[in-house]
């Protein structure tokens, strides 16, 4: 009899790991964002950002204007050249849990330089529960590196 209780125990356990809903925000707010400036133009920028997202392995899925979701309107309006660039959802399954992380980046352009804002979120989602992270340090660090490196790579080729 004990065996049929932690067998269906177990398997009361897989069904509800399989049926919780993660609810990801599209627009992340700057809860812990990570902020880098770059001496480039902001064409080159929001390039290199591209393709660093792309070799890393994100998607972007939209281009938005900060304008329509930051608060402080009037500063936002005060950039000249400013995007919000929104990645895919990725999802890492693991046993009994599921990951689920997504990307913003800001890109505003501030006189001859820009400073480039990266905002990480991400769900861990555990049998009942949801646990939340708006930080991961190294990650970020190898956005901020491939990013680099793509300037680097466009400015020796001129």
Not at 22 to 42: A, C, G, H, I, W
Not at 54 to 74: Q, Y
Not at 112 to 135: C, F, G, P, Q
Request: glycine letters at 2%; a positive charge; hydrophobic letters at 40%.
């Amino acid at each position: 009899m004990k065996r049929h209780i932690h067998s269906l125990m177990l398997i009361s356990t897989l069904v509800l790991a399989g049926c919780i809903t993660v609810q990801m925000p599209q627009y992340l707010k700057d809860k812990n964002p990570y902020r880098q400036e770059f001496y480039t133009s902001y064409d080159k920028a929001v390039t290199a950002t591209t393709h660093a997202l792309e070799r890393l392995g994100w998607k972007i899925t939209r281009e938005v204007n900060p304008v329509v979701f930051e608060s402080d309107k009037a500063a936002a309006e005060a950039q000249p050249h400013q995007v919000i660039l929104f990645t895919n959802v990725r999802q890492t399954s693991m046993f009994l849990s599921s990951r689920y992380t997504m990307l913003n980046v800001l890109i505003k352009e501030n006189n001859e330089k820009v400073e480039i804002e990266v905002r990480y979120y991400s769900v861990l989602s555990v049998a009942i529960k949801n646990m939340e992270s708006y930080k991961n340090d190294g990650l970020v660090q190898k956005v901020f590196a491939e990013i680099e490196k793509s300037i680097n790579s466009t400015n020796a080729k001129l």
